[in-house]
């Protein structure tokens, strides 16, 4: 076992990483079609805003009617179409530090996460092949697998989850040489 303490400092450095080269992959071709354009922004926003829904998530339409999925007036609602989940995001000045700040602290949990799991099973000094595949595959997991479900019960484009499974494999191959490059000698 390897102490968590003696691990701090790959921690930190896989987690740099991982923030930096995610900045890197969001100016990259492959993701800019996760979303589509409507064909008419303000008269889009001006429907929404008409409603004047508290920012949230919303389901369109909504199965928590009497009766779920069963009631007649969801089940003509949703054969008509269209259905939608939505987020709505509240207004005012948007703050990139506050998203980079949380994203930061996200990549900083999952790198100490893989951290203490690849310690607990490997000592200090331990075989660089099992270092790299423990990190990797943890790393790879954390950041792919909560995609999946959101393809799975929303709609979401699957390939906008296998992309997000391959900025996984990049980041979980970022953190596996970095924990095997810095892991602790005895």
């Known amino acids: 076992m390897t102490p968590f303490m003696s691990l701090l400092l790959p921690v ?5 990483a991982v923030f930096v080269l995610s900045l890197v992959i969001m100016a990259m071709p492959w993701h800019k079609r996760d979303y589509g354009n409507v064909p008419n922004d303000d008269a889009a926003i001006d429907a929404i805003r008409s409603l004047n829904l508290a920012p949230g998530d919303y389901s ?7 009766g779920g999925g069963r009631n007649p007036d969801f089940i003509a609602n949703w054969e008509r ?3 939608f989940t939505m987020t709505l995001i509240p207004p005012g000045n948007i703050s990139m530090g506050r998203y980079l700040a949380a994203w930061f602290a ?5 790198a100490g996460i893989a951290g203490w799991t690849t310690g607990m099973l490997v000592p200090p000094g331990g075989d660089d092949h099992t270092i790299f595949h423990l990190a ?3 790393t790879f997991c954390s950041y792919t697998l909560g995609a999946w479900p959101l393809s799975i019960w929303y709609h979401r484009k699957w390939s906008t ?3 997000t499974a391959f900025d ?3 980041y979980g191959v970022a953190t596996g040489l970095i924990f ?3 892991w602790p000698r005895p």
Not at 12 to 16: E, G, S, T, V
Not at 106 to 110: A, G, P, R
């Open 106 to 110: 996200f990549t900083l949990l999952v």
């Open 161 to 163: 989850a296998l992309k």
């Open 12 to 16: 930190l450095a896989a987690a740099a």
């Open 60 to 66: 369109v339409p909504n199965p928590r009617l009497p």
């Open 168 to 170: 996984a494999l990049l």
């Open 136 to 138: 990797g595959i943890i």
């Open 180 to 182: 095997t490059w810095m």
């Open 81 to 83: 179409g269209p259905s």
